[in-house]
């Protein structure tokens, strides 16, 4: 079993930053891909960035330049910088890692835009 667990969310005025932290536990060898997915009111969950154990990233399109996800293997962290944030970023975010074909879940963080 992996458990994950969120940190860094909270209430950020439009244009500004955040850096989410994913802190994972457990069976924590061989985690493959790890990845930060949101959801918004009303809306599908979708994936915002992926990042592999060798380092490869992925991003949705919408974040692509103004968020940069990376892990630190050694202390089993994944973090997700979120710059230039709109009202279109406010979701709960979910941190998501992989092992051995078993997906696993956070329970969430609350990214709010407002001013």
């Known amino acids: 079993q992996v458990q994950l667990v969120e940190s860094g969310g909270g209430l950020v005025q439009p244009g500004g930053s955040l850096r989410l932290s994913c802190a994972a536990s457990?069976?924590?060898?061989?985690?493959?891909?790890m990845a930060w997915y949101r959801q918004a009111p009303g809306k599908q969950r979708e994936l915002v960035a992926g990042?592999?154990?060798?380092?490869?990233?992925n991003y949705a399109d919408s974040v692509k330049d103004r968020f940069t996800i990376s892990r630190d293997n050694a202390k089993n962290l994944v973090y997700l910088q979120m710059n230039s944030l709109n009202a279109e970023d406010m979701a709960v975010y979910y941190c998501h890692a992989s092992r051995y074909g078993v997906n696993y879940w956070g329970k969430g963080t609350l990214v709010t835009v407002s001013s």
């Open positions: 457990g069976d924590v060898l061989s985690i493959g891909r």
């Open positions: 990042i592999t154990r060798s380092g490869s990233t």
